[in-house]
């Protein structure tokens, strides 16, 4: 099989093997955060930053640290080290630059550090031996796409929240799940069109 460009790779990984939407990671965040289009921006970006930054870091450690020494097994806690730091110094600039961004984000600023999204690219690039330019291609398109899913999301939220037609029984959680499944269906449909495999 022909290795697949850095391109592909990053295309796939926002639309056709969308992070959120065809794997189901990083919904925690996703369905509770996306009540706002520029809360959701603001965490949107923290994850591409903090998503491709990290899948970089993680190829290089990864391979040139943790394979050579035969530490392989530590590699998940070695990632989660590396998020974490990482979410630290997004913490900490975000705090100085925008401080009603940081204060909408509140808990879930922090709470990228176990977003799940972020450590299952670090995971995936390791299980399908992408080069150094495929792992960034992977991150910066895995962020993309949660961050599209995300702002999505926020506008078919807010739009809804202007319109009060929804029935009192599907009110907040109930149409929030339904509307996810609905863009997790469009996005699936798109699904093997590029194999990352």
Same mark, same amino acid.
């Given at each position: 099989?022909?290795?697949?460009?850095?391109?592909?790779?990053?295309?796939? *990984?926002?639309?056709?093997?969308?992070?959120?939407?065809? /794997? #189901?990671?990083?919904?925690?965040? !996703?369905? $509770?955060?996306?009540?706002?289009?520029? @809360?959701?921006?603001?965490?949107?970006?923290?994850?591409?930053?903090?998503?491709?930054?990290?899948?970089?870091? /993680?190829?290089?450690?990864? #391979?040139?640290?943790?394979?050579?020494?035969?530490?392989? #097994? %530590?590699?998940?806690?070695?990632?989660? $080290?590396?998020?974490?730091?990482?979410?630290?110094?997004?913490?900490?600039?975000?705090?100085? $630059?925008?401080? @009603?961004? #940081?204060?909408?984000? &509140?808990? !879930?600023?922090?709470?990228? @550090?176990? /977003?799940?999204?972020?450590?299952?690219?670090?995971?995936?690039? $390791?299980?399908?031996?992408?080069?150094?330019?495929?792992?960034?291609?992977?991150?910066?398109?895995? +962020?993309?796409?949660?961050?599209? *899913?995300?702002?999505?999301?926020?506008?078919?939220?807010?739009?809804? *929240?202007?319109?009060?037609?929804?029935?009192? &029984?599907?009110?907040?959680? +109930?149409?929030?799940?339904?509307?996810?499944?609905?863009?997790?269906?469009? !996005?699936? +449909?798109?699904?093997?069109?590029?194999? %990352?495999?």
């Amino acid at each position: 099989m022909p290795e697949i460009s850095a391109f592909a790779v990053l295309f796939a *990984a926002v639309f056709t093997n969308n992070i959120l939407l065809t /794997n #189901y990671l990083g919904m925690c965040s !996703f369905l $509770v955060v996306s009540r706002e289009v520029k @809360t959701s921006a603001g965490l949107g970006g923290a994850v591409i930053f903090v998503m491709t930054a990290t899948s970089a870091i /993680n190829w290089i450690v990864y #391979y040139k640290l943790l394979i050579p020494l035969q530490l392989e #097994y %530590l590699r998940f806690i070695v990632f989660i $080290v590396v998020i974490a730091a990482f979410v630290q110094l997004v913490e900490m600039i975000i705090e100085r $630059v925008s401080e @009603t961004l #940081y204060a909408a984000l &509140g808990i !879930f600023l922090p709470l990228i @550090t176990v /977003n799940c999204a972020i450590l299952g690219i670090s995971l995936f690039m $390791v299980i399908r031996e992408y080069s150094f330019l495929q792992s960034l291609g992977f991150g910066l398109g895995g +962020g993309i796409g949660w961050a599209l *899913a995300i702002l999505a999301m926020a506008g078919i939220r807010q739009r809804l *929240a202007s319109r009060s037609r929804i029935p009192r &029984g599907l009110e907040g959680a +109930g149409i929030t799940l339904i509307i996810a499944g609905t863009m997790a269906l469009a !996005f699936m +449909g798109f699904n093997g069109m590029v194999n %990352l495999q």
